[in-house]
């Protein structure tokens, strides 16, 4: 099993629908959650994080985090075309140098 | 703002010939690595360093190779290219991984095909 798993999707979405884009991982010891977003030929961005569980809110954005479950959640509200990208989750355990943790990715696409 | 800048943007490469890949990125970033994305793979980790003179390997480092001589600069050199390192190169900075989140930062990447 690996670390994180992330459905690759495609997804496929009306303009204002909400998506829902999920993580589950399996190393209990992740504290540090980021949900990147990258578009076609550009390299990732970071778009949320958060530290341990709850929820943050960034404007149309909500990032949530249920450690019990060992799953992360990325909401988009009124999704708009611009939204369609992929979306990459990210997580990181406390201390130490190690390395971030990527799921693959799920591919979106937000159609007017 | 530069931040994090990877050239060349794009290369095409003959099976056995030699390429460095360059990244610098002028945040005063300790930690800097380098990935390759493959379409269904996902980014994997190739090398990654937390400081000048320090480099260690990440989950596919065979047939790349790294050095570290500054903050600023993160060469990934591929000694004799084969076809299955066709991909797309992304190098990513962050301050060091211990102190707090530490995003990673990414450049736009280097697309490389090797025939």
């Known amino acids: 099993q690996k670390e994180v798993e992330q459905d690759p999707g495609p997804l496929s979405v009306p303009e204002g629908a909400i998506v829902s884009l999920n993580c589950t991982y399996s190393?209990?010891?992740?504290?540090?959650f980021m949900w990147y977003r990258q578009y076609s030929r550009k390299g990732p961005e970071l778009l949320m994080y958060?530290?341990?569980?709850g929820n943050k809110e960034d404007g149309r954005f909500t990032a949530q985090v249920d450690k019990s479950s060992k799953y992360i959640s990325l909401f988009i509200r009124d999704s708009q075309p611009s939204d369609s990208a992929t979306y990459l989750c990210?997580?990181?355990?406390?201390?130490?140098?190690?390395?971030?943790?990527f799921g693959k990715g799920t591919r979106l696409s937000v159609i007017a | 703002n530069a931040g994090v800048t990877q050239t060349p943007k794009f290369q095409v490469l003959k099976t056995g010939q030699s390429m460095t890949l360059q990244c610098a990125q002028d945040?005063?970033?300790?930690?800097m690595s380098w990935y390759r994305q493959d379409p269904g793979m996902g980014l994997r980790l190739i090398h990654y360093?937390?400081?000048?003179?320090?480099?260690d390997q990440g989950e596919v480092p065979n047939g790349y190779n790294v050095s570290r001589s500054t903050t600023e600069d993160f060469p990934l050199r591929l000694l004799s290219a084969a076809p299955s390192q066709t991909s797309v190169y992304f190098c990513?900075?962050?301050?060091?991984?211990?102190?707090?989140?530490?995003?990673?930062?990414f450049g736009n990447g280097t697309r490389l095909t090797v025939t």
């Open positions: 990513a900075s962050s301050y060091a991984p211990g102190q707090g989140y530490s995003p990673l930062h």
């Open positions: 190393n209990s010891a992740f504290q540090y």
């Open positions: 958060t530290y341990s569980s």
């Open positions: 990210a997580m990181r355990r406390r201390g130490g140098n190690t390395p971030l943790v």
């Open positions: 945040m005063n970033h300790e930690y």
């Open positions: 360093s937390v400081g000048a003179g320090i480099t």
